[in-house]
């Protein structure tokens, strides 16, 4: 099974409810945190720092490096859920 690089969940009306995409060197965990998706799993997990290089993940216990986590863009102060 390969990683997944980027996932869209839409709601029934089209609007956008979930937008995963890759961790990048520019990815910023913010004050309340971060959602990340475990690219193996596909598990959601709340982190608040990235000064990691490699994360397990807690339910699938895979080694998984920064690079290929999945973060959460719409988490964020400017979209309001």
């Known amino acids: 099974m390969t990683p997944l690089q980027s996932q869209k969940k839409l709601d029934v009306n089209g609007k956008v409810v979930e937008h995963f995409e890759q961790v990048t060197g520019r990815t910023r965990a913010g004050k309340n945190g971060k959602d990340l998706k475990c ?3 596909e598990t959601k997990m709340r ?3 990235l000064s ?3 994360l397990q993940c807690r339910y ?3 080694d998984v490096p920064k690079k290929e986590w999945l973060v ?3 988490d964020t102060w400017r ?3």
Do not use: E, F, N
Request: hydrophobic share 15%; glycine share 0%; aromatic share 12%.
């Open 39 to 41: 690219p193996h799993c």
């Open 47 to 49: 982190i608040y720092h």
């Open 52 to 54: 990691w290089t490699s």
């Open 60 to 62: 699938c216990h895979t």
């Open 72 to 74: 959460d863009q719409l």
């Open 79 to 81: 979209t309001p859920r």
